[in-house]
């Protein structure tokens, strides 16, 4: 891969998390990347030695995992251990996303242990009011993969964004998740994951 290549990809991700008007999988990854306006950038540098640092398909899902975290991060940038961290977390976790949703529901259902509510109360959006299935998002409490199959299954996200129109947050957080969804294959995956919904109700005793 060169950093050419590289650049391109940057380019249409970065659209695809920043731009409305721009849908990665709608245009199939192009932009109008002209190699000339490449050769001119001053950062130019960064594409060419990421490019030779790691191969096509790691690079890009380096920078989708890093994009998902930060869509206003910067190509020199990620050469900080941190965008290595954020990579490594990123690939466990679609590895062992069955795993992964596992354990966010253990700790959705250990909520309704501590606070006494039902399952469906953490879906409950109030006005100007996070619902607490957010709050655990926020917290890290829960991984962004999970939040997203969640709406999959339940498709709480359209309430959320006509409960909290004038959120910052959430407008942010919606966005992220939606611009996201295409590439998580799980979301087409949905009744393997309503079956571990319901596995977990059994276990916790919550339907019978």
């Avoid at 849908?23 to 594409?47: I, M, V």
């Avoid at 191969?55 to 920078?63: C, H, K, R, S």
């Avoid at 004038?166 to 957080?173: C, F, G, P």
């Amino acid at each position: 891969m060169t950093g050419f290549e590289l650049y391109k990809i940057y380019l249409a991700l970065k659209a695809h998390f920043t731009q409305e008007s721009y849908d990665f999988f709608k245009y199939g990854g192009k932009t109008r990347a002209k190699h000339s306006t490449f050769e001119n950038r001053k950062d130019r540098y960064f594409f060419e030695k990421l490019a030779k640092k790691i191969d096509g398909q790691t690079a890009f899902n380096y920078m989708l995992a890093n994009l998902i975290h930060s869509d206003r991060l910067w190509i020199g940038e990620m050469f900080d251990s941190k965008c290595d961290n954020i990579y490594k977390d990123w690939q466990k976790r679609q590895q062992s996303l069955s795993y992964v949703f596992e354990q966010d529901c253990d700790k959705i259902l250990s909520q309704l242990e501590n606070k006494k509510i039902s399952f469906n109360n953490m879906f409950q959006c109030q006005r100007h009011q996070h619902p607490e299935i957010y709050k655990l998002l926020l917290q890290q409490e829960i991984s962004i993969e999970g939040f997203i199959i969640l709406d999959s299954i339940l498709g709480f996200f359209k309430e959320f964004d006509e409960c909290l129109p004038d959120d910052v947050m959430w407008k942010e957080t919606s966005k992220k998740c939606r611009r996201y969804k295409p590439f998580l294959p799980a979301c087409k995956n949905t009744p393997h994951y309503r079956r571990i919904i319901k596995d977990k109700l059994k276990k916790y005793e919550l339907i019978a």
